[in-house]
């Protein structure tokens, strides 16, 4: 039987990704930020497989309207070992395109979804999780990157440079509350997409955003904490157009990962990476994970 998720279910969706993602780790915090965390959660489009009283399989979407384009998303997914090529995971899947094409989404894609995931795409080490996505009739039609950086190996100074910066009118701080509103602003304007990972990094202590101000405005930030917190996870960042280059970007870079480290990991996650040069220059990351980005149209 396929049904709605409730709150009762948590404790056993929790084991059976637990089981199920191998090369990742999942717990209770963790899932209850993918779940309750999203934006977007909707009970409707959070599916369990219940068979005596035991749940076989979950599948989490969410529906999400991205520069004016309605997407749905397959957000988490797990069956059982002894119910995998059973039907369990097509039905979950039918019932969440229907609804997604109900409510005219023009296309749905898997993991990649945007403001709150787990990860950027399927890792093709779950093969499983690869046939199944053509079964279902979606396509393949990127590559993402995760990035790791061993927080010992440098020493994440940067007084120097931002002394340089300062010459030049531009101003490198952590933020607060009163830069709030406007850094929220500044990202709606440029960036639209990371407005709520970075609403989320306001929510450690201290802020897990740091900004960069030329001439009293804010032109550029980075964050960490704003996506599976307390793993290591960094970003997003950017600096607007008219002042890259100047190094302000390595600078914020570098000081999320001295929090990181002061924080007591031992390696920072750089995921969804399109420029591995920088990443690997300024933090000596190295690539960690690739993941293969799945779409069907609908």
């Given at each position: ?94 019932q969440l395109e229907s609804h997604f094409i ?197």
């Amino acid at each position: 039987m396929i049904r709605a998720f409730t709150d009762n279910d948590f404790d056993a969706v929790l084991q059976l990704l637990q089981e199920a993602l191998i090369h990742d780790t999942i717990d209770e915090g963790l899932l209850r930020e993918k779940i309750y965390g999203d934006p977007d959660f909707s009970y409707d489009t959070t599916l369990v497989a219940e068979e005596n009283e035991s749940l076989s399989g979950f599948m989490q979407g969410v529906l999400r309207d991205v520069r004016g384009e309605l997407i749905g998303y397959l957000k988490l997914m797990a069956v059982d070992s002894g119910k995998r090529k059973s039907g369990v995971g097509k039905e979950m899947y039918e019932q969440l395109e229907s609804h997604f094409i109900s409510k005219n989404a023009g296309k749905i894609r898997i993991f990649d979804a945007p403001l709150n995931y787990f990860q950027p795409g399927i890792d093709p080490r779950y093969t499983e999780a690869l046939c199944f996505a053509w079964r279902m009739g979606f396509e393949r039609f990127d590559d993402t990157t995760n990035l790791t950086a061993d927080l010992h190996a440098r020493d994440w100074q940067t007084s120097e440079k931002e002394q340089l910066l300062a010459e030049q009118g531009i101003i490198v701080s952590r933020a607060d509350e009163d830069d709030r509103v406007e850094l929220l602003r500044f990202i709606e304007k440029e960036f639209e997409l990371w407005r709520h990972e970075v609403a989320i990094a306001y929510q450690s202590d201290p802020v897990a955003v740091h900004i960069a101000r030329l001439n009293g405005k804010i032109r550029a930030f980075s964050a960490y904490n704003g996506n599976n917190v307390g793993t290591g996870w960094f970003g997003p960042m950017g600096t607007s157009k008219e002042l890259r280059g100047k190094g302000i970007g390595a600078v914020l870079l570098k000081r999320c990962l001295k929090d990181l480290r002061d924080e007591g990991n031992k390696q920072a996650i750089i995921p969804w990476v399109g420029p591995i040069p920088f990443y690997a220059y300024h933090a000596g990351a190295k690539v960690d994970r690739v993941f293969w980005r799945f779409e069907k149209k609908l």
